[in-house]
């Protein structure tokens, strides 16, 4: 069994309206000093695969299938023996 | 200049019904070995301060006060220097 530990970011050059949000909710709190915010998505999915490059296969499959618009967002992941 | 990279969980008592809709849905496209999603934020937030404790420290005050619902969720952070 595999935990893996996903995070699933918009690409660098698609604008980030819920980072900007978050960003200028910052400021109105009083915290001048963060000049950027970007926000994503982060999953953790256990895999019932014995081998490491099985589930990292599936993993990236299960990602470019389902979890992730290849489109506008890029993912990276960690597995984890659980 | 620093970069935290949040994640923000939902506690694990917490009931999660997107990680929930999500492992069906992995489950409909024939991933029956997927036996727990579970789905929380992940953000990328800069901060202007010189030194990595008073980063830390306001990193921990914005989760607190407004990145996290303390009564539902976890956070954790990293910083590295950016």
């Known amino acids: 069994m595999w ?4 995070k699933v970011m918009l690409k660098k050059s698609v ?3 819920q980072g900007q949000a978050v ?3 910052l400021h109105a ?3 001048q000093n963060v000049p950027d915010v970007r ?15 099985s589930a990292a296969a599936q ?10 618009n290849m489109v506008i967002e890029d993912y990276t992941f960690e597995l984890t023996e659980a």
Do not use: F, N
């Open 23 to 25: 960003q200028k909710a």
């Open 59 to 68: 993993v990236r499959e299960m990602c470019e299938r389902l979890l992730a």
């Open 29 to 31: 709190l009083g915290y």
């Open 39 to 53: 926000i994503g998505k982060y999953l953790e999915v256990k895999v019932a695969l014995a081998d490491r490059e």
């Open 3 to 6: 935990k893996a530990t996903i």
């Open 15 to 17: 604008l980030d309206p």
